[in-house]
C-alpha cells in the first residue's frame, strides 16, 4: 500500500512515515502544497495524508484542486484546526476522514488501514479466499489453518493482489505500490517476488494471465 504524507513540519513528517511504514504502507513525503498538489494528482497512491498548514498552497485548496482534477485517491486531513466548521469544511472539499492534533499514531494506523479497505471495496480486517486467510491488520496470513511466514515485501503483495482481486494486476502497477519511486525498480523485480510467494503459498493461488498481470485465485475451488 502506497501512501503519500503531506507534511512540511520535518519531525511529524517523519514520525508518521515509520509508523505507516511498520504497518505495511510503502511512504513518501510531500514537504509544500505545490509538491503536493503535482504528486497527487500524477502518481498512484492507496492513501494521502493531508496536512492543511502547508507552505506554497494550503492544504484545502491542494484537496479541491484533485477532486476537480479527477483524483479520487482517498485522503486523510490532518491539522490542528479542530472546530467542526473547519472539519465540515474539509469533508465538503472531498476528504474522505479527518484527524485533528493531536492524535494516537494507533488510531491514525486503524483510520487509515479502512480507508484503504474501502476504498477497495473491502472493508474487513480480514479477508478469506478460499483456503487462504489475509489479517490487514495483524499483517498475518495463514493457509488451511497453518501459518505462513511472510517478509513485509511479500505481505505487501499479498495484501494487495487480494484487496485487488477482483481484477489482474500488472507488474507495473505492482511495482508502482510496492516501491514507489524508487530509481531501482526493475521489471523482473515482480516476477521474482511473486515466485517466492508462491513458494510459500503453493500452487493455485497467485495466477499469472500472460502479458497482462497477476490476480489471487480462489484456493478453494
Not at 497527487?40 to 476537480?68: A, C, F, N, Q
Not at 503459498?201 to 495466477?207: E, F, K, T, V
Amino acid at each position: 500500500m502506497r501512501a503519500l504524507i503531506v507534511e512540511d513540519d520535518p519531525r511529524i513528517a517523519r514520525d508518521l512515515m515509520s509508523v505507516l511504514d511498520g504497518a505495511g504502507f510503502r511512504t513518501e513525503q510531500a514537504e509544500d502544497g505545490e509538491t503536493a498538489w503535482f504528486k497527487g494528482g500524477t502518481e498512484d497512491y492507496d492513501l494521502i495524508i493531508l496536512d492543511l498548514g502547508l507552505p506554497r498552497l494550503d492544504g484545502l485548496s491542494v484537496l479541491k484542486r484533485w477532486r476537480s482534477e479527477g483524483c479520487t485517491t482517498p485522503v486523510l486531513i490532518l491539522t490542528a484546526r479542530g472546530s467542526w466548521i473547519e472539519r465540515v469544511e474539509g469533508i465538503d472539499a472531498g476528504a474522505d476522514d479527518y484527524l485533528p492534533k493531536p492524535f494516537r499514531m494507533e488510531e491514525l494506523v486503524a483510520r487509515a488501514r479502512a480507508l484503504v479497505r474501502r476504498s477497495a471495496g473491502r472493508p474487513a480486517a480480514v479477508q478469506v479466499v478460499g483456503d487462504l486467510v489475509v489479517d490487514l491488520n495483524r499483517m498475518t496470513a495463514s493457509l488451511r489453518g497453518a501459518p505462513v511466514a511472510l517478509t513485509p515485501l511479500e505481505f505487501r503483495l499479498l495484501a494487495y493482489l487480494i484487496l485487488h482481486r477482483d481484477r489482474i494486476i500488472p507488474p507495473t502497477e505492482l511495482l508502482e505500490h510496492l516501491h514507489g519511486d524508487e530509481d531501482s525498480r526493475e521489471a523482473n523485480a515482480v516476477e521474482a517476488l511473486v515466485a517466492r510467494l508462491r513458494k510459500k503459498l503453493g500452487p493455485g493461488i497467485i495466477a499469472t494471465r500472460r502479458g497482462f498481470g497477476y490476480r489471487i485465485e480462489d484456493s478453494g475451488s
